[in-house]
């Protein structure tokens, strides 16, 4: 089948390019057209705090949408500003988008002690809260002007775009293949083949937008992986295309041989993303359906277009582009030679590898799951700002409150929320708790409940947790009503807990389904198990740095981290779905070359030096692609932009040259023919999907089968 789609992409260069031009065209008119809206929240079904909005909204509804507070300073006194203040926030008050604003000086306002620092309480229409934040912060500029310092506390006025990382990718992509093919037009093929793919790729996630819930970082995900497997793709296979035309084929020859050796393990590599990204579905949260739709959307195109797109663009400058001659590839008697090495030191190899992976995943044994607050953004942020004023003037978790939602069905419970409020006033840890607010036909109150710690302090969690299991119980017993803990800081907690509980599963799926399309593709037990293993001994080693970085603060001024959080619930799940799938793209790449080279040869430790000085320059430029990408996002303003980019370059750096360089020569040359043992009734039973199907010249001896004297290992 790849032979036929390569020939026919050569034989109708044009027509195929044209149609990949057109497909870009129609795909982003279609998108700008029919293109859905971006979700930025998420509901989380059976949790505590959902329940708290689900009454809200029900209940209350004009209080279902999100709210914000500004926050002012004035150094002899709020009070002698008062006029300017009301008068801000008068104007802002008539906003569209605003459902209310509040006022420190009403008679439940708020000023501190010092009477220097005071909030008010913006809620916001639902949906409507983003379209407003750039005119409240304009308003304030005249404040400012009059001595009034004004800040804004929420997740609405947090700055910081992520950084233009496709841009970044492309030049550093440009400068790495350029170094590593030598030639401009070889260079320039991955990336046009990666540009175009890309393109329609994005525009997909803009139409799986309008029919499955979709995050609005989407774009930002798909596009880092689109670009980063797309130009890996196309490097593979133009460095195939590039070996067999050193070997004297004419340029159909050598792009029929590329696409059906290095082509085929493509396709294999791009199923193993695939299957990593949709693997989130099994977080069963709603919100990340479109995200794994999408991105692995954005990788299937990018191997369509490698298998016909690049094959097209061969057919019309392949001529021009130089061939490799294997007797003067000095490149590969350099990487055959540190194959050997350690082939002769297979055992120190083998042992200092995965002691520098143990030691680098022991912090992951103490991540904590949560999310950082604002006091953990850069000072240069007006979150920050007003989480420092909000603490010194109030408490540390007066900017994320716990919201108290009392359900009261019949008379008798309707005296419930005063008897609550009074409970958790008397309870340690409480700094402040609201008069219970009823609706107009009592059937629920709300209550607002203040910490006297941060959102990301332990003890806060801890608080939340006695309020739910200890204080609302018991003063709730005997009566019908009930009483739901939400806010911001609830919402996190029972978010961290929510992945962490269901991170599990999804790690499992994803590895139990990689092993078994690698115990296809390569007829062995042990190749796939130790892929599996090292591939996960990798991304552990990545945690670990996330955790000694950003949860211990190590290092945290190298990074522009100011101070250890709790680790975002996101990360793990983002950084195992992306870099596994990356990893296995350089574990399938590998092993191919190993595989097709035992199957010519019999000869285990010549096929593994082989193999490995074959792929050793390509995969180590592909990693320095990525690296390059996912580095980028350090130089980010925002906490998790950074944690993310260190995350993700850490691990395919350490994927690329711990694992691939080190422990896979080493601990191949260690099990010798036994990397190829099959079970005869498992080859019985098991699909073929082979790899690299063609150029098998050699006496290869097979898969060891139950017949052979390896059965018993």
């Known amino acids: 089948m790849l032979r036929t789609l390569a020939d026919f992409s050569y034989r109708r260069r044009w027509i195929v390019v044209a149609f990949w031009v057109l497909a870009l065209g129609a795909t982003t008119v279609a998108n700008s057209s029919f293109g859905g809206e971006w979700r930025s929240g998420a509901r989380l079904d059976g949790t505590d705090s959902q329940r708290a909005y689900d009454l809200v909204e029900k209940y209350i509804p004009e209080k279902s949408g999100s709210s914000a507070s500004i926050v002012f300073e004035v150094a002899n006194g709020v009070g002698t500003k008062r006029v300017a203040i009301e008068k801000y926030l008068a104007e802002i008050r008539a906003e569209k988008g605003v459902q209310d604003v509040g006022s420190p000086f009403a008679a439940d306002g708020q000023i501190s002690e010092s009477g220097t620092i005071a909030f008010a309480t913006v809620d916001f229409e639902q949906d409507a809260e983003f379209s407003v934040v ?6 304030a500029a005249a404040l400012k002007r009059d001595g009034v310092i004004t800040e804004f506390s929420g997740f609405q006025f947090t700055g910081g775009e992520l950084p233009a990382s496709e841009i970044f990718g492309l030049i550093a992509a440009a400068v790495i293949l350029l170094i590593a093919f030598g030639s401009v037009v070889a260079a320039g093929l991955p990336i046009i083949t990666a540009i175009i793919g890309i393109g329609i790729g994005l525009g997909s996630v803009g139409l799986w937008a309008a029919v499955v819930d979709t995050p609005d970082f989407t774009v930002q995900v798909a596009s880092m992986i689109g670009i980063g497997v797309g130009i890996d793709y196309a490097l593979f296979i133009v460095t195939r295309f590039r070996e067999s035309k050193g070997r004297g084929n004419d340029v159909r020859s050598a792009i029929l041989e590329a696409s059906t050796t290095a082509g085929r393990a493509v396709v294999f590599a791009g199923l193993t993303v695939v299957v990593s990204l949709l693997g989130m579905i099994l977080m069963r949260l709603k919100f990340l359906n479109g995200l794994a739709i999408g991105s692995s959307t954005a990788v299937a195109v990018a191997v369509l277009a490698a298998m016909t797109l690049l094959p097209a663009l061969l057919a019309i400058v392949g001529k021009r582009i130089k061939p490799v001659f294997a007797h003067t590839d000095s490149k590969r008697s350099v990487w055959e030679g540190w194959s050997r090495l350690l082939q002769r030191r297979a055992v120190p190899a083998a042992a200092l ?22 006091g953990s953004s850069p000072k240069t942020e007006t979150v920050r700002r007003a989480h420092d004023l909000l603490a010194e003037g ?14 009261t069905p019949d ?8 008897m609550l409020a ?3 006033r ?3 840890g409480i700094a402040f708790v609201t008069e219970p607010q009823p609706t107009e036909d009592g059937r629920a109150a709300l209550l607002t409940a203040i910490a006297t710690t941060s959102p990301q302090d332990r003890k806060t969690d801890s608080l939340l947790h006695h309020l739910r299991n200890d204080v609302i119980p018991k003063a709730l017993e005997g009566s019908n009503a009930k009483a739901f803990v939400g806010g911001a800081a609830a919402s996190n907690t029972d978010f961290a807990t929510f992945i962490g509980q269901r991170l599990p599963y999804f790690i499992g799926a994803v590895l139990v389904i990689s092993f078994l399309l690698l115990l296809a593709m390569f007829r062995s037990v042990l190749v796939p198990l130790k892929a599996v293993i090292m591939n996960l001994l990798s991304i552990g080693a990545a945690y670990g740095v996330m955790v000694a970085v950003f949860q211990w603060g190590w290092f945290g001024s190298l990074f522009g981290v100011s101070q250890g959080a709790p680790i975002a619930p996101w990360a793990p799940m983002m950084l195992f779905a992306i870099v596994f799938g990356l990893s296995m793209d350089y574990e399938v790449f590998l092993l191919s070359k190993i595989r097709e080279r035992y199957d010519e040869t019999g000869d285990n430790s010549m096929a593994v030096a082989q193999g ?20 980028f996002f350090v130089f980010g303003s925002q906490r998790e932009i950074k944690l993310i980019g260190l995350g993700l370059a850490t691990a395919v750096f350490i994927d690329a040259t711990i694992v691939r360089l080190v422990l896979v020569p080493a601990t191949m040359e260690l099990l010798g023919d036994r990397n190829w043992w099959l079970p005869r009734w498992l080859d019985r039973i098991v699909p073929h999907l082979d790899v690299e199907p063609t150029h098998r010249t050699g006496p290869g001896v097979g898969p060891v089968t139950s017949d052979s004297p390896l059965s018993g290992w």
């Not at 750039?134 to 308003?139: F, I, N, P, S």
């Not at 044994?365 to 607050?373: C, P, S, V």
């Not at 008379?411 to 005063?418: D, E, M, R, V, Y």
């Not at 490995?612 to 580095?631: P, S, Y």
């Open 394 to 407: 109030f408490t540390p978790g007066f900017e994320s409150p716990f919201l108290v939602v009392v359900e």
């Open 426 to 428: 008397k309870t340690p």
């Open 411 to 418: 008379n008798a419970s309707q005296a419930t929320p005063a």
């Open 134 to 139: 750039d005119t409240l912060q304009e308003k």
């Open 353 to 374: 590898g995965m002691i520098a992976l143990v030691a680098l995943s022991i912090p992951t044994l103490f991540i904590r799951l949560g999310e950082a607050d604002a």
């Open 422 to 424: 009074s409970e958790i």
């Open 612 to 631: 490995v000085a074959a792929t050793a320059r390509v995969i180590t430029a592909a990693a320095a692609i990525m690296v390059f990408v996912f580095g």
